[in-house]
Protein backbone atom coordinates (compact mmCIF):
# COMPACT_ATOMS: atom_id res chain seq x y z
CA UNK A 1 0.00 0.00 0.00
CA UNK A 2 1.29 3.20 -1.26
CA UNK A 3 1.07 6.26 1.48
CA UNK A 4 0.37 9.47 -0.33
CA UNK A 5 3.34 12.54 1.23
CA UNK A 6 1.27 15.12 2.37
CA UNK A 7 1.27 18.00 -0.26
CA UNK A 8 1.00 21.59 -0.19
CA UNK A 9 -2.00 22.64 -0.32
CA UNK A 10 -2.70 20.31 2.74
CA UNK A 11 0.27 22.24 4.34
CA UNK A 12 -1.18 25.39 3.42
CA UNK A 13 -5.05 24.34 4.82
CA UNK A 14 -2.91 23.33 8.11
CA UNK A 15 -1.36 26.24 8.46
CA UNK A 16 -4.09 28.12 8.05
CA UNK A 17 -6.16 26.57 10.53
CA UNK A 18 -3.32 26.57 12.57
CA UNK A 19 -2.92 30.23 12.65
CA UNK A 20 -6.55 31.27 13.63
CA UNK A 21 -6.45 28.84 16.35
CA UNK A 22 -3.29 30.99 17.43
CA UNK A 23 -4.87 34.50 16.94
CA UNK A 24 -8.11 32.83 18.72
CA UNK A 25 -5.80 31.68 21.82
CA UNK A 26 -4.70 35.01 21.84
CA UNK A 27 -8.42 36.93 21.56
CA UNK A 28 -9.07 35.05 24.65
CA UNK A 29 -6.35 36.67 26.62
CA UNK A 30 -8.21 40.09 25.85
CA UNK A 31 -4.61 41.00 23.85
CA UNK A 32 -6.24 42.17 20.61
CA UNK A 33 -7.49 46.12 21.24
CA UNK A 34 -7.53 46.94 17.48
CA UNK A 35 -9.31 44.55 14.19
CA UNK A 36 -6.19 46.02 12.64
CA UNK A 37 -3.94 43.52 15.15
CA UNK A 38 -6.01 40.32 14.78
CA UNK A 39 -5.96 40.87 10.53
CA UNK A 40 -2.42 40.76 10.76
CA UNK A 41 -1.88 37.64 13.14
CA UNK A 42 -4.78 36.31 10.58
CA UNK A 43 -2.46 37.20 7.55
CA UNK A 44 1.40 36.17 8.28
CA UNK A 45 2.19 32.76 7.60
CA UNK A 46 4.44 32.17 10.40
CA UNK A 47 5.59 29.27 9.84
CA UNK A 48 7.63 30.76 6.10
CA UNK A 49 10.02 32.68 8.77
CA UNK A 50 10.65 29.62 10.73
CA UNK A 51 12.19 27.04 7.84
CA UNK A 52 12.82 23.16 9.69
CA UNK A 53 10.20 24.10 12.46
CA UNK A 54 6.97 21.84 12.93
CA UNK A 55 3.88 23.65 12.17
CA UNK A 56 2.09 23.07 15.29
CA UNK A 57 5.37 24.38 16.53
CA UNK A 58 6.01 27.48 14.48
CA UNK A 59 2.14 28.23 15.66
CA UNK A 60 2.60 27.37 19.30
CA UNK A 61 1.66 29.86 22.48
CA UNK A 62 5.47 29.75 23.42
CA UNK A 63 8.72 31.72 21.51
CA UNK A 64 10.59 29.64 19.52
CA UNK A 65 14.52 29.88 19.67
CA UNK A 66 16.09 29.91 16.54
CA UNK A 67 20.00 30.30 18.00
CA UNK A 68 21.58 29.43 20.94
CA UNK A 69 25.18 30.72 22.25
CA UNK A 70 27.89 28.31 23.11
CA UNK A 71 26.85 28.46 26.79
CA UNK A 72 22.42 27.12 25.55
CA UNK A 73 21.19 30.87 26.11
CA UNK A 74 19.07 32.27 23.82
CA UNK A 75 20.68 34.64 20.97
CA UNK A 76 17.89 34.98 18.62
CA UNK A 77 13.88 34.12 18.67
CA UNK A 78 10.49 34.24 17.58
CA UNK A 79 8.98 36.03 20.52
CA UNK A 80 5.91 34.92 22.33
CA UNK A 81 2.53 35.28 19.83
CA UNK A 82 0.97 37.12 23.08
CA UNK A 83 3.35 39.46 24.01
CA UNK A 84 3.87 40.60 20.67
CA UNK A 85 0.27 41.34 19.79
CA UNK A 86 0.44 43.40 23.17
CA UNK A 87 3.70 45.46 21.98
CA UNK A 88 1.87 45.94 18.41
CA UNK A 89 -1.12 47.00 20.07
CA UNK A 90 0.76 49.30 22.44
CA UNK A 91 2.97 50.89 19.16
CA UNK A 92 -0.49 51.82 17.57
CA UNK A 93 0.74 51.86 14.44
CA UNK A 94 -0.96 53.77 11.66
CA UNK A 95 -1.92 53.36 7.51
CA UNK A 96 0.94 55.17 5.45
CA UNK A 97 3.22 55.40 8.99
CA UNK A 98 7.45 54.48 8.93
CA UNK A 99 8.25 51.94 11.47
CA UNK A 100 11.89 51.11 12.26
CA UNK A 101 12.21 47.49 13.82
CA UNK A 102 15.02 46.83 16.38
CA UNK A 103 16.00 43.18 16.09
CA UNK A 104 15.08 41.55 12.93
CA UNK A 105 15.37 38.33 13.87
CA UNK A 106 12.89 35.72 11.94
CA UNK A 107 11.55 38.91 10.33
CA UNK A 108 7.65 37.34 11.45
CA UNK A 109 7.13 41.01 13.62
CA UNK A 110 8.31 43.27 10.12
CA UNK A 111 6.15 41.38 8.35
CA UNK A 112 3.05 42.04 11.03
CA UNK A 113 4.21 45.71 10.67
CA UNK A 114 4.35 46.41 6.95
CA UNK A 115 0.20 44.66 7.43
CA UNK A 116 -0.05 47.26 9.81
CA UNK A 117 1.07 50.48 8.12
CA UNK A 118 -0.04 48.77 4.71
CA UNK A 119 0.97 50.10 0.92
CA UNK A 120 1.43 53.66 1.51
CA UNK A 121 3.62 53.35 4.38
CA UNK A 122 7.24 51.87 5.33
CA UNK A 123 8.76 49.26 7.49
CA UNK A 124 12.76 49.08 8.09
CA UNK A 125 13.88 46.22 10.10
CA UNK A 126 17.59 46.44 11.35
CA UNK A 127 19.37 42.92 12.80
CA UNK A 128 23.24 43.06 14.31
CA UNK A 129 23.99 39.60 12.60
CA UNK A 130 24.51 39.36 8.78
CA UNK A 131 23.07 35.82 8.42
CA UNK A 132 20.17 36.37 10.95
CA UNK A 133 19.66 39.63 8.37
CA UNK A 134 19.80 37.46 5.11
CA UNK A 135 17.60 35.04 6.42
CA UNK A 136 14.79 37.89 7.38
CA UNK A 137 15.19 39.18 4.19
CA UNK A 138 14.81 35.86 2.33
CA UNK A 139 11.41 34.86 4.36
CA UNK A 140 10.02 38.18 4.17
CA UNK A 141 10.78 37.66 0.30
CA UNK A 142 9.28 34.19 0.53
CA UNK A 143 6.00 35.45 2.36
CA UNK A 144 4.99 38.37 -0.09
CA UNK A 145 6.83 40.76 1.91
CA UNK A 146 9.59 42.74 -0.15
CA UNK A 147 8.78 45.98 0.68
CA UNK A 148 10.54 45.37 3.66
CA UNK A 149 14.09 47.05 4.32
CA UNK A 150 15.99 45.02 6.09
CA UNK A 151 19.54 46.37 7.25
CA UNK A 152 23.02 44.80 8.58
CA UNK A 153 23.75 46.64 11.58
CA UNK A 154 23.90 47.51 15.07
CA UNK A 155 20.29 48.54 16.37
CA UNK A 156 21.67 50.77 19.03
CA UNK A 157 22.74 53.65 15.93
CA UNK A 158 19.34 52.98 14.09
CA UNK A 159 18.88 53.45 10.25
CA UNK A 160 19.75 57.34 10.16
CA UNK A 161 19.54 57.33 6.36
CA UNK A 162 15.72 56.10 6.46
CA UNK A 163 14.69 58.71 9.41
CA UNK A 164 12.66 60.08 10.79
CA UNK A 165 10.62 57.73 11.79
CA UNK A 166 7.02 57.58 13.31
CA UNK A 167 7.08 54.38 15.00
CA UNK A 168 10.51 52.81 16.67
CA UNK A 169 10.15 49.56 18.16
CA UNK A 170 12.90 47.32 19.87
CA UNK A 171 12.24 43.78 20.06
CA UNK A 172 15.25 42.82 22.16
CA UNK A 173 15.90 44.32 26.18
CA UNK A 174 17.56 47.24 26.19
CA UNK A 175 18.86 49.03 29.24
CA UNK A 176 19.20 52.55 28.47
CA UNK A 177 17.16 54.65 25.57
CA UNK A 178 20.56 55.24 22.76
CA UNK A 179 20.71 58.55 21.18
CA UNK A 180 20.16 57.45 17.96
CA UNK A 181 16.64 56.85 18.98
CA UNK A 182 15.71 59.96 20.37
CA UNK A 183 17.42 61.43 17.08
CA UNK A 184 15.27 59.51 14.64
CA UNK A 185 12.12 59.65 16.55
CA UNK A 186 9.93 62.14 15.11
CA UNK A 187 8.15 64.21 17.73
CA UNK A 188 4.80 63.43 18.47
CA UNK A 189 5.76 59.79 17.48
CA UNK A 190 5.98 56.72 19.77
CA UNK A 191 8.41 54.27 21.08
CA UNK A 192 8.23 50.80 22.43
CA UNK A 193 11.17 49.37 23.65
CA UNK A 194 11.56 46.42 26.60
CA UNK A 195 13.54 48.30 28.89
CA UNK A 196 15.59 46.94 31.84
CA UNK A 197 14.38 49.28 34.92
CA UNK A 198 16.62 47.24 37.38
CA UNK A 199 19.56 45.62 37.61
CA UNK A 200 17.80 42.12 38.20
CA UNK A 201 16.97 42.09 35.09
CA UNK A 202 13.11 43.19 36.07
CA UNK A 203 12.01 44.46 32.45
CA UNK A 204 8.87 46.26 30.93
CA UNK A 205 7.40 47.04 27.53
CA UNK A 206 7.26 50.78 27.81
CA UNK A 207 5.11 52.38 25.43
CA UNK A 208 6.91 55.86 25.23
CA UNK A 209 5.68 59.19 23.46
CA UNK A 210 8.01 61.64 22.11
CA UNK A 211 6.59 64.52 23.75
CA UNK A 212 9.64 67.30 23.04
CA UNK A 213 13.13 66.21 22.14
CA UNK A 214 14.61 65.21 24.89
CA UNK A 215 11.00 64.11 27.19
CA UNK A 216 9.32 60.83 27.16
CA UNK A 217 6.02 59.98 28.77
CA UNK A 218 4.94 56.46 28.72
CA UNK A 219 1.49 55.68 27.86
CA UNK A 220 1.36 51.59 29.35
CA UNK A 221 3.89 49.33 30.17
CA UNK A 222 3.70 45.45 29.94
CA UNK A 223 5.22 43.15 31.64
CA UNK A 224 7.94 40.95 29.18
CA UNK A 225 10.83 39.24 29.00
CA UNK A 226 13.75 39.41 26.00
CA UNK A 227 16.99 38.15 24.95
CA UNK A 228 19.59 41.31 25.63
CA UNK A 229 20.41 43.58 22.96
CA UNK A 230 24.23 43.00 21.76
CA UNK A 231 26.58 45.43 20.53
CA UNK A 232 27.17 49.06 21.58
CA UNK A 233 23.94 48.28 24.05
CA UNK A 234 24.85 45.20 25.81
CA UNK A 235 24.81 45.32 29.22
CA UNK A 236 26.53 42.99 31.72
CA UNK A 237 24.45 41.45 34.54
CA UNK A 238 25.46 40.05 38.30
CA UNK A 239 24.35 37.08 40.09
CA UNK A 240 24.79 35.28 43.51
CA UNK A 241 24.36 32.15 43.78
CA UNK A 242 22.60 30.71 46.95
CA UNK A 243 22.81 27.46 46.63
CA UNK A 244 23.00 25.00 43.74
CA UNK A 245 19.66 25.49 42.42
CA UNK A 246 19.11 28.90 43.38
CA UNK A 247 20.45 32.01 41.98
CA UNK A 248 19.95 35.91 43.23
CA UNK A 249 19.96 38.28 40.20
CA UNK A 250 21.00 41.82 41.84
CA UNK A 251 21.94 45.12 40.61
CA UNK A 252 25.79 45.91 40.56
CA UNK A 253 25.30 49.73 41.65
CA UNK A 254 23.74 48.33 44.69
CA UNK A 255 26.87 46.89 45.55
CA UNK A 256 25.63 43.52 46.96
CA UNK A 257 27.76 41.74 49.28
CA UNK A 258 27.97 38.64 47.92
CA UNK A 259 29.72 36.78 50.45
CA UNK A 260 27.02 37.67 52.96
CA UNK A 261 24.41 36.88 50.41
CA UNK A 262 25.93 33.37 49.52
CA UNK A 263 25.10 31.93 52.79
CA UNK A 264 21.77 33.36 53.28
CA UNK A 265 19.94 29.99 52.98
CA UNK A 266 22.01 28.57 55.25
CA UNK A 267 19.66 30.08 58.04
CA UNK A 268 16.19 28.41 58.10
CA UNK A 269 12.82 30.30 56.64
CA UNK A 270 10.56 32.11 58.36
CA UNK A 271 7.24 32.20 56.75
CA UNK A 272 4.99 35.20 57.46
CA UNK A 273 1.34 35.60 56.07
CA UNK A 274 -0.27 38.94 56.88
CA UNK A 275 -3.45 38.61 55.57
CA UNK A 276 -3.19 40.40 52.35
CA UNK A 277 -5.40 38.52 49.02
CA UNK A 278 -5.14 39.03 45.57
CA UNK A 279 -7.42 38.03 42.75
CA UNK A 280 -6.14 36.04 39.60
CA UNK A 281 -7.84 38.69 37.44
CA UNK A 282 -6.72 41.53 39.25
CA UNK A 283 -4.01 44.30 38.02
CA UNK A 284 -1.32 43.42 40.32
CA UNK A 285 1.07 42.38 38.01
CA UNK A 286 3.60 45.92 38.79
CA UNK A 287 3.73 44.78 42.49
CA UNK A 288 7.57 44.21 42.19
CA UNK A 289 8.09 47.34 40.26
CA UNK A 290 6.23 49.40 42.82
CA UNK A 291 9.21 47.47 45.82
CA UNK A 292 11.99 48.79 43.88
CA UNK A 293 10.62 52.19 43.27
CA UNK A 294 9.45 52.43 46.98
CA UNK A 295 11.58 49.89 49.10
CA UNK A 296 14.37 51.34 51.47
CA UNK A 297 16.27 48.08 51.05
CA UNK A 298 17.88 46.90 47.96
CA UNK A 299 15.96 44.75 45.51
CA UNK A 300 16.72 41.53 44.08
CA UNK A 301 14.87 38.34 41.90
CA UNK A 302 15.46 34.38 42.46
CA UNK A 303 15.89 32.21 39.85
CA UNK A 304 14.79 28.88 41.38
CA UNK A 305 15.21 25.77 39.38
CA UNK A 306 12.42 23.23 39.91
CA UNK A 307 14.78 20.78 41.90
CA UNK A 308 15.00 23.68 44.85
CA UNK A 309 11.36 24.44 44.70
CA UNK A 310 10.52 20.53 45.32
CA UNK A 311 12.78 20.02 48.12
CA UNK A 312 11.16 22.96 49.71
CA UNK A 313 14.87 25.19 49.84
CA UNK A 314 13.36 28.56 48.20
CA UNK A 315 9.78 28.70 46.54
CA UNK A 316 8.92 32.08 45.71
CA UNK A 317 5.96 33.51 43.54
CA UNK A 318 6.68 33.17 39.90
CA UNK A 319 4.12 35.94 39.29
CA UNK A 320 6.17 38.46 40.33
CA UNK A 321 9.42 36.94 39.33
CA UNK A 322 10.96 35.77 42.13
CA UNK A 323 11.19 39.25 43.84
CA UNK A 324 12.81 39.74 46.95
CA UNK A 325 14.35 42.47 48.97
CA UNK A 326 17.32 42.10 50.79
CA UNK A 327 20.20 43.84 53.63
CA UNK A 328 23.52 42.38 53.69
CA UNK A 329 22.96 38.59 54.14
CA UNK A 330 19.65 38.91 55.25
CA UNK A 331 16.47 37.93 52.37
CA UNK A 332 12.99 38.37 52.08
CA UNK A 333 11.16 37.14 49.21
CA UNK A 334 7.07 36.75 48.19
CA UNK A 335 5.48 33.58 48.06
CA UNK A 336 1.91 32.94 47.87
CA UNK A 337 -0.86 30.68 48.64
CA UNK A 338 -3.72 29.58 46.77
CA UNK A 339 -7.46 30.60 49.00
CA UNK A 340 -9.17 29.65 45.94
CA UNK A 341 -9.67 29.16 42.19
CA UNK A 342 -10.13 32.90 41.99
CA UNK A 343 -7.87 34.10 44.55
CA UNK A 344 -4.36 33.77 46.29
CA UNK A 345 -2.82 34.86 49.74
CA UNK A 346 0.41 37.02 50.08
CA UNK A 347 3.49 36.22 52.13
CA UNK A 348 6.82 36.16 52.20
CA UNK A 349 9.91 34.05 53.38
CA UNK A 350 12.39 35.36 55.35
CA UNK A 351 16.28 34.09 55.76
CA UNK A 352 19.16 35.54 57.35
CA UNK A 353 20.74 37.02 60.65
CA UNK A 354 18.40 40.00 60.31
CA UNK A 355 15.60 37.89 59.64
CA UNK A 356 12.86 39.49 62.28
CA UNK A 357 13.60 43.24 61.26
CA UNK A 358 13.61 43.10 57.43
CA UNK A 359 10.35 40.67 57.46
CA UNK A 360 8.90 43.53 59.58
CA UNK A 361 10.42 45.84 56.70
CA UNK A 362 8.93 43.88 53.95
CA UNK A 363 5.24 43.32 55.76
CA UNK A 364 4.48 46.90 56.30
CA UNK A 365 5.69 47.47 52.71
CA UNK A 366 2.74 44.73 51.85
CA UNK A 367 0.52 46.22 53.93
CA UNK A 368 1.04 49.83 52.22
CA UNK A 369 0.44 48.53 48.82
CA UNK A 370 -2.51 46.32 49.78
CA UNK A 371 -4.00 50.01 50.73
CA UNK A 372 -2.98 52.04 47.58
CA UNK A 373 -3.56 48.91 45.26
CA UNK A 374 -1.56 51.13 42.72
CA UNK A 375 -1.78 49.78 39.17
CA UNK A 376 -0.60 51.98 36.27
CA UNK A 377 2.61 53.68 36.64
CA UNK A 378 3.60 56.31 34.75
CA UNK A 379 7.32 56.09 33.58
CA UNK A 380 8.72 59.28 32.40
CA UNK A 381 12.50 59.03 30.29
CA UNK A 382 14.43 62.63 29.77
CA UNK A 383 17.52 62.51 27.89
CA UNK A 384 20.40 63.35 29.92
CA UNK A 385 23.08 64.14 27.16
CA UNK A 386 21.03 67.25 25.56
CA UNK A 387 19.15 67.85 29.44
CA UNK A 388 21.72 67.48 31.92
CA UNK A 389 19.11 68.89 34.71
CA UNK A 390 17.03 65.83 33.90
CA UNK A 391 19.06 63.65 36.51
CA UNK A 392 17.72 65.16 39.66
CA UNK A 393 16.78 63.57 43.00
CA UNK A 394 13.63 62.52 42.18
CA UNK A 395 15.27 60.41 39.29
CA UNK A 396 15.30 56.60 40.44
CA UNK A 397 16.77 54.65 37.35
CA UNK A 398 19.87 56.78 35.63
CA UNK A 399 21.49 55.72 32.68
CA UNK A 400 24.32 56.95 30.39
CA UNK A 401 21.75 58.68 28.27
CA UNK A 402 18.34 58.68 29.91
CA UNK A 403 17.32 59.31 33.35
CA UNK A 404 13.80 57.92 34.06
CA UNK A 405 11.54 58.33 36.65
CA UNK A 406 8.40 56.29 37.98
CA UNK A 407 5.75 57.26 39.72
CA UNK A 408 2.46 55.45 40.79
Known amino acids: ?40 F ?21 PVVTRRAADGTSVSSASSPKLVAAMLEQLAVEPGQRVLEIGAATGINAALLAELVGPTGGVVTIELDDDLAAGAAESLEAAGYPQVEVVC ?42 LRLHGSGLTRAIAFDLHQPDHMISTSAVVCGFVPMRGLAEHAEQHVRLADDVVLKVDVDDLPDDT ?28 DLWLVTTAAHRFGRLSVGQQARTTGLANPAMRWGGAALYDGGTLTYIVTCDIDDDTLELGI ?10 AGHTTDLLHRWDRERPSRPVITACRTDTNPGANTAETRIVRPHTAVTVTW
Do not use: C
Open 1 to 40: MMIKAEGAGAITGNADRLRDDLADYIKSWGMFRTPQVEAA
Open 42 to 62: RTVPRHLFLPGVALDVAYGRK
Open 153 to 194: GDGALGVPNRAPYDRIIVTAEAWDLVPAWWDQLTVGGRLVVP
Open 260 to 287: ALARTLTHPGQEHWPGIHVRHDEPAEHL
Open 349 to 358: VAHGPDSVKL
